[in-house]
């Protein structure tokens, strides 16, 4: 079964008929799905021997009527696009330098039916040596998630960093936050025991869900290692040695 309709399949079991209706127009999920990899594949660039780089931030434009039916279903969907473009990547051999991120926006220039695509290169935030780095970006700020109060995470790796702290600040800001040494994560953790793809954090019904993704040490959760759990204000969670604490007290 190919990229595509693996991604048509989702689509149905995900939501029933409900892209569907909202696409009542002749714009489908799945050619935006189509552009996407069209996207990638235009763009893809050699930096290094057996190393092709491709875009992994992207902004589908639609017109203002499609986007307002669209909107109530744009995190789901955008949580499979980007889905999509890391199993194209893999297929393919392309490689990414930042988490892929998907976002929408309604224009006025466009009718309804038609959109496009813009992307870039932007590098995601990286945890190593004591540091997390966030590096500058003009692209537009992914969505904040649906959650109640501040959720954010206090990063402790094995080293302080340079001003002798240990522990580091990261925003939940996106409905799915990617965990891992990987370069295509939300927060890459530098740690030889942390996998590549280690674990997830899922924004459901306005709360905060860890998954681990089938990692090769595990994840584990105030002690003990789980495969998915609900966090809670004060959360102990540790990847490899690196301990992560999920706080979501609203203050600053």
């Known amino acids: 079964m190919g990229v595509l309709q693996r991604f048509e399949q989702r689509l149905e079991g995900m939501v029933e008929g409900a892209f569907a209706r909202a696409f009542k127009s002749e714009l489908q999920p799945v050619e935006i799905a189509s552009a996407v990899q069209r996207e990638m594949d235009d763009r893809a660039a050699i930096v290094a021997q057996g190393?092709?780089?491709?875009?992994?931030?992207f902004v589908v434009e639609l017109a203002e009527a499609d986007y307002e039916r669209l909107e109530v279903y744009a995190d789901s969907l955008g949580v499979e696009l980007a889905n999509l473009a890391r199993e194209y990547a893999k297929e393919q051999g392309y490689s990414f330098v930042g988490?892929?991120?998907?976002?929408?926006?309604?224009v006025s220039d466009l009718t309804t039916g038609m959109f496009r695509i813009r992307s870039g290169v932007i590098r995601g935030t990286t945890v190593e040596g004591g540091e997390i780095r966030q590096p500058a970006s003009d692209m537009p700020k992914p969505p904040q998630a649906r959650v109640a109060g501040r959720p954010?995470?206090?990063?402790?790796?094995?080293e302080p960093g340079p001003d002798g702290a240990r522990q580091r600040t990261y925003e939940l800001t996106t409905p799915v936050t990617m965990l891992g040494r990987g370069t295509d994560c939300d927060l890459r953790l530098v740690d030889p025991g942390v996998s590549r793809h280690h674990a997830e954090l899922r924004v459901e019904d306005g709360e905060v869900v860890l998954v681990d993704l089938g990692s090769t040490n595990g994840t584990f959760v105030n002690g003990q290692p789980v495969r998915r759990v609900l966090l809670t204000d004060g959360t102990r969670v540790t990847l490899g040695r690196t301990t992560l604490v999920f706080r979501n007290d609203g203050s600053y």
Do not use: A, I, Q, W
């Open 51 to 57: 190393r092709t780089l491709v875009p992994n931030d």
């Open 152 to 158: 954010r995470l206090l990063v402790s790796g094995p």
């Open 99 to 106: 988490p892929v991120r998907m976002r929408f926006e309604g």
